[in-house]
């Protein structure tokens, strides 16, 4: 069974700070995607990556950068953390295939930012 | 981009009934389409997907059907049981990059 886990679970930091949230998956999946979920608006996606050091904007980039060093690990970085960025962060990662593959998601970091 | 529209956002049905719930997609290039159920301080977990290439899927309780020439999938839930309360999204995507748009998500509250 695929298992993504990201590092905590419940998180807080001041606003100014720099904040790494980091993801983890065991099933040698190429893709990995970084979403945020507030309430009302579904999982909007930041950033995705589909091979180590590659990485492509989703909808909503503004305010976080990633890093894909290895193929299991994707890290999302918010460079100068606001409030506006207290949320709930999901990971997810597939398999890349000539047809979209499903997406298998970690248990999700709340976020709250000071 | 791709829009995905998610309704209703809160379904209330009672033990037994059956409850549907309908996305509508603006890209007529997406293909595919996933049903996730969301229950309360877990993760999104996949119940059911379905292709372009198909009009219409089943798992057991589950079946979602999708219409390609309007634009819009539906995600329907018989015999309602109290542990299908949870969050359920829909997503659309093209293909490329297994790109996911999801939808605002729909509470479903099953009383028994």
């Known amino acids: 069974d695929v298992k993504v886990t990201q590092s905590s679970r419940y998180l807080v930091k001041r606003t100014g700070e720099k904040v790494f949230l980091e993801c983890v998956q065991d099933?040698?999946?190429?893709?990995m995607f970084w979403y945020r979920q507030d309430p009302g608006l579904g999982l909007r996606l930041i950033y995705f990556?589909?091979?180590?050091?590659?990485?492509e904007k989703g909808d909503i980039p503004e305010g976080y950068s990633v890093s894909r060093e290895k193929k299991e690990r994707f890290s999302l970085i918010l460079e100068s953390a606001s409030t506006n960025q207290t949320s709930m962060y999901l990971c997810?990662?597939?398999?890349?295939?000539?047809?979209?593959?499903?997406?298998?998601f970690g248990d999700g970091t709340r976020l709250s930012i000071l | 981009g791709e829009n995905v529209e998610q309704h209703p956002s809160t379904l209330s049905v009672q033990e037994g009934d059956s409850a549907v719930i309908k996305c509508t997609y603006s890209?007529?290039?997406?293909?595919?389409f996933p049903w996730y159920k969301q229950e309360l301080g877990k993760r999104p977990q996949l119940i059911i997907d379905?292709?372009?290439?198909?009009g219409e899927k089943k798992d057991q309780r589950i079946a979602v059907t999708l219409n390609k020439t309007a634009k819009h999938f539906s995600l329907h839930i018989t015999e309602t049981q109290p542990e299908d309360s949870a969050v359920y999204f829909c997503?659309?995507?093209?293909?490329?990059?297994?790109?996911?748009?999801f939808g605002a998500g729909t509470i479903l509250r099953v009383k028994s």
């Open positions: 997810a990662s597939s398999l890349r295939g000539f047809r979209s593959q499903p997406q298998h």
């Open positions: 890209d007529s290039a997406s293909n595919y």
């Open positions: 997503a659309a995507s093209k293909g490329y990059g297994n790109k996911l748009v």
């Open positions: 990556s589909y091979d180590v050091k590659m990485k």
């Open positions: 379905i292709r372009s290439n198909v």
């Open positions: 099933m040698d999946h190429e893709n």
